[in-house]
């Protein structure tokens, strides 16, 4: 438990590309695919190159989030762990709350 603690602590606050990439691979993915699905998902507002992807795919790979599933043509797919699944739920539970914040204060700015 102590581990999946210290890569919460290592994670949290995530940067938008790798939350981005995390929450693509709930489902089996290759790099060029997630760039593809973090574009069709941010309606073109983002868009991860190559090494950003590989560099986070990488490091998350290391640290368990993630783990490949099968290769073919060249081509490793990955999908998320049990701990990057704990990490995607912490993770969203924190953009839920600032989410929040930011409604009440459009409550407060229109009295």
Do not use: W
Request: proline share 2%; glycine share 6%.
């Amino acid at each position: 438990m102590a581990e999946i603690e210290r890569l919460i602590k290592s994670y949290l606050p995530m940067s938008e590309a790798s939350f981005l990439l995390l929450f693509c691979l709930q489902q089996e993915n290759h790099g060029y695919g997630i760039m593809q699905q973090v574009q069709e998902l941010t309606e073109s507002r983002v868009a991860m190159g190559a090494g950003t992807v590989y560099t986070i795919l990488y490091k998350m790979e290391n640290d368990g989030l993630i783990e490949v599933t099968r290769t073919f043509e060249r081509r490793k797919l990955y999908k998320i762990t049990p701990v990057g699944e704990a990490i995607l739920e912490k993770e969203t539970e924190r953009i839920r709350q600032l989410a929040r914040i930011a409604d009440q204060r459009e409550l407060v700015g229109a009295q």
